[in-house]
Every structure is written in structure tokens, then in C-alpha cells.
């Protein structure tokens, strides 16, 4: 059987190099292209890739894709900065593309797939629900990619039960002392030298609260989800966001 070929792009930073190491230790795989900032987009193709891995910055990964779909390579996609205008726009040049695929996925480790999915359970049972992200003092963009997927897909999840907005007395407050508000969600990110990627839903009703807590204490925590994304989109064409919709969770 002919192996998937894949390339990474940002193949130098904290993630990317974990993912060259992945995919050349991956039996199935061949590394064909690991791409660096100021590397040209065309090796991709010279390279014949089948499938890009990016993983670079949110100032990027709109030009790479474009690049990618235009040339009928699907993509992996773990670069946050993910908003609806970019969104639409990536839409739009999948539309010029049908038989190509996109995977974007806001975290790639199960652990925190898995948070989202409990989280998104146990919304819509509590009046109040916070989240708090805290990750390594180099990230770009606050608040994280996961933690906001996470308090969009409570916010769904409370409007669909039907749920009255959250109880807050709050009347003055320092700018940020509440958050970022996503969806009316309240998302906290702290910052800390020593941390690398971690999550906490907190969530009270009356006389109870509850905590779901995830932690990526390395970088191997997002491979599984990574050689697993890269498999599953070259067979699965247009856009699709979350990780979870390559897994059968119920
Ligand atoms: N989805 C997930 O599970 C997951 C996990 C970890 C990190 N991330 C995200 O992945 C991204 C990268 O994170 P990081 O910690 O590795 O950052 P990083 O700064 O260590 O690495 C980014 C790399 O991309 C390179 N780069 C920038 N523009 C490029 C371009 N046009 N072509 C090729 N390379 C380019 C940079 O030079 C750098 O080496 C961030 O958005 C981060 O939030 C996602
Ligand atoms: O280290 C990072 O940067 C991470 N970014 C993603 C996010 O913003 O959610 C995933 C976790 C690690």
C-alpha cells in the first residue's frame, strides 16, 4: 500500500517539530515536505503532498490554505485565530475546490476534545459556567483557540435547553476582571512560565460546583489526533471543525 505523503508547515516551532517527528515515525506515512516561514509554498507541490500539516501562526495560515486548496492538497489545521469571517472565506475557496479537504481542529489531544464534549453535557444543568484557560508564556493569542470552541459550544448548548442568562452582580469592575466574553460565556487566560496547555470548566448551581480539568503536559499529547486528522480528510472533502467528528464519541 503507498503511503500517505504529507508535509508539515511551521515544521521549526513547538508543535510542528513534534509533527515531522510523528509522521516520520509513522508507518504509513512519508514526510515529503517540513516547511519553515519564508519557505516556498510551491515545494509543496513539487514535493506531490497530499496532505499539509499546518501549525503555524494566525498570521499565516490564511495564505497557506489558499495556497493549499487552490492546489488540491487537503489540510490539517491547528493554527488558532480561527473567527467567522475566516471561516467564510476558506468556505468560499473549498467551494472552488470540492473534492478537496480541510480539518481544522482547535485542539487535536483527546483529553480536551473530550472536555468540550463533557462540558457541552453538563452546561445546560448549572446557572453559572466559567472557563479558564492557562497555557505557556510564548502563546500569541489569548484567549485560546480551545477554550474558546469550548465556550461557544456551552453557549449552544444553554440556548438550546433554553437557559436564562447567567447570574453576575457585578456592577464596576477593572477592565478583563471578568474575562472575555464569548458567546456570554466568561473565559479567563492566565499566562505562567512552566505551563504548557491546560483547561478548566467551572461550573455551580445551587450547593454544588463542578470542575472538568484537562492538562497537555507535552507536545505528544496532540500526535494521535494529528496522524488521525491526516488520514481521515484526504476521504473527507469541504471543511470540518473539531477533531470529534473523526471520533466516535457517541
Ligand atoms: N490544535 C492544537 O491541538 C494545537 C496544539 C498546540 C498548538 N496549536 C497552535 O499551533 C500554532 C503554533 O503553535 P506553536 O506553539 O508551535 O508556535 P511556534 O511559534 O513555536 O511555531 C510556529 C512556527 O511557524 C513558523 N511559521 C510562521 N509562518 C510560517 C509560514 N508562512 N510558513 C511556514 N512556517 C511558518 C514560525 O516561524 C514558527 O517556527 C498556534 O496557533 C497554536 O495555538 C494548536
Ligand atoms: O500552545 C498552544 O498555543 C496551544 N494552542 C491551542 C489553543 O489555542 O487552543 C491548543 C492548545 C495548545
Request: glycine share 0%.
Given at each position: 500500500m503507498s503511503k500517505l505523503r504529507v508535509a508539515v508547515l511551521g515544521a521549526k516551532g513547538r508543535i510542528g517539530s513534534e509533527a515531522v517527528r510523528a509522521v516520520e515515525a509513522a508507518?504509513?506515512?512519508?514526510?515529503?515536505a517540513a516547511l519553515g516561514r519564508g519557505d516556498r509554498l510551491e515545494s509543496l507541490v513539487e514535493a506531490g503532498a497530499q496532505v499539509a500539516v499546518e501549525l503555524t501562526t494566525p498570521d499565516s495560515v490564511m495564505d497557506n490554505l489558499d495556497f493549499c486548496v487552490r492546489h488540491g492538497i487537503h489540510a490539517v489545521v491547528g493554527t488558532t485565530g480561527w473567527t467567522e469571517d475566516r471561516l467564510s472565506r476558506l468556505g468560499g475557496w473549498l467551494d472552488a475546490s470540492p473534492d478537496t479537504g480541510v480539518l481544522i481542529a482547535p485542539n487535536f489531544s483527546i483529553g480536551a476534545v473530550l472536555t468540550m464534549k463533557f462540558a457541552q453535557i453538563a452546561?445546560?444543568?448549572?446557572?453559572s459556567v466559567e472557563v479558564v484557560e492557562l497555557h505557556h508564556p510564548?502563546?500569541?493569542?489569548?484567549?485560546s483557540g480551545t477554550a474558546t470552541r469550548t465556550a461557544q459550544l456551552i453557549a449552544a448548548a444553554r440556548a438550546e435547553a433554553g437557559c436564562a442568562p447567567q447570574p453576575d452582580a457585578t456592577a464596576t469592575a477593572l477592565d478583563g476582571a471578568r474575562g472575555a466574553d464569548v458567546d456570554g460565556v466568561p473565559v479567563h487566560a492566565v499566562r505562567l512560565r512552566g505551563l504548557l496547555a491546560h483547561q478548566e470548566v467551572l461550573l455551580g448551581g445551587e450547593g454544588e460546583t463542578l470542575t472538568i480539568r484537562h492538562d497537555?503536559?507535552?507536545?505528544?499529547?496532540?500526535m494521535p489526533g494529528i496522524l488521525l486528522g491526516a488520514r481521515r480528510v484526504v476521504t473527507t472533502p469541504g471543511l470540518t471543525f473539531g477533531l470529534e467528528n473523526f471520533l466516535d464519541l457517541g
Open positions: 508507518d504509513d506515512m512519508e514526510l515529503v452546561a445546560p444543568y448549572f446557572e510564548n502563546k500569541v493569542d489569548a484567549p497537555s503536559l507535552h507536545h505528544s499529547s496532540f
